[in-house]
């Protein structure tokens, strides 16, 4: 039985208090545990105030959840950032509940060390699969998708949910009451066009 397990944690809170960001959070995983129903075997759920996790059954439904999760921070507007762990564990044999208990909670100890490794660091992203050189190579297109959606601003949020809800730049500018060159500017400095193409590449990395 293959699942993986994504843990998640606070990297960053702006200039809320840790209420409101408790409450933003447990916000966001609400919509994404509707959105991601058929990819999730236990939802995301908050284990401290600052940190969930929930098990996912493939690894292409739980990198697009992980788009999800970011695009949804920014959908909402909220003003904080998480570093997210997605480590890969199989359980080969069925033989009792408990045995499959046991080696779940060998994963979430694993994912959890890596966590742990992930926190010293100044990257968001860490994946783990079964495949050492796969996992290098979608380690490195976060690398690059991190680069870009986090070159993003809070006060960009407005112009990017507008972009992510498949307007084009003639739309963002009548919406916002720009000129088209305005508009034109605004996508090629927030690297619409680029982020696309990084999601891409990561998923197509994995099919």
Same mark, same amino acid.
């Given at each position: ?60 439904? %739980?990198? !697009? ?7 949804? #921070? ?11 762990? +997605? ?16 080696? +779940? ?13 992930? @926190?010293?660091?100044? %990257? ?39 972009? +992510? ?8 500018? !009548? ?13 090629? %400095?927030? @690297? ?7 999601? !891409?590449? #990561? ?5």
């Amino acid at each position: 039985m293959e699942h993986f397990i994504l843990m998640s944690d606070l990297k960053y809170l702006g200039k809320g208090s840790k209420e409101t960001f408790n409450t933003e959070l447990k916000n966001v995983i609400s919509v994404i545990n509707k959105l991601h129903k058929k990819d999730i075997i236990t939802p995301l759920n908050m284990v401290m105030q600052d940190e969930f996790q929930g098990i996912t059954n493939n690894l292409q439904g %739980s990198v !697009e959840l992980i788009f999800d999760i970011e695009e949804c #921070i920014i959908e909402h507007g909220f003003d904080f950032k998480l570093k997210h762990v +997605l480590y890969h564990d199989t359980i080969e044999t069925l033989q009792s509940k408990q045995l499959a208990y046991e080696r +779940l909670g060998f994963g979430l100890i694993d994912a959890r060390e890596r966590l742990k490794l992930i @926190k010293k660091t100044e %990257s968001r992203f860490l994946m783990v699969t079964n495949n050492e050189k796969q996992s290098l190579n979608l380690n490195n297109l976060f690398y690059i998708y991190e680069d870009y959606i986090d070159s993003w601003k809070k006060s960009d949020y407005q112009y990017v949910r507008a972009f +992510l809800n498949n307007l084009n730049y003639k739309e963002v500018s !009548e919406q916002f009451n720009i000129n088209l060159s305005s508009g034109w500017r605004r996508e090629k %400095s927030l @690297k619409m066009k680029q982020y696309y193409t990084i999601k !891409e590449m #990561i998923l197509s990395s994995i099919e």
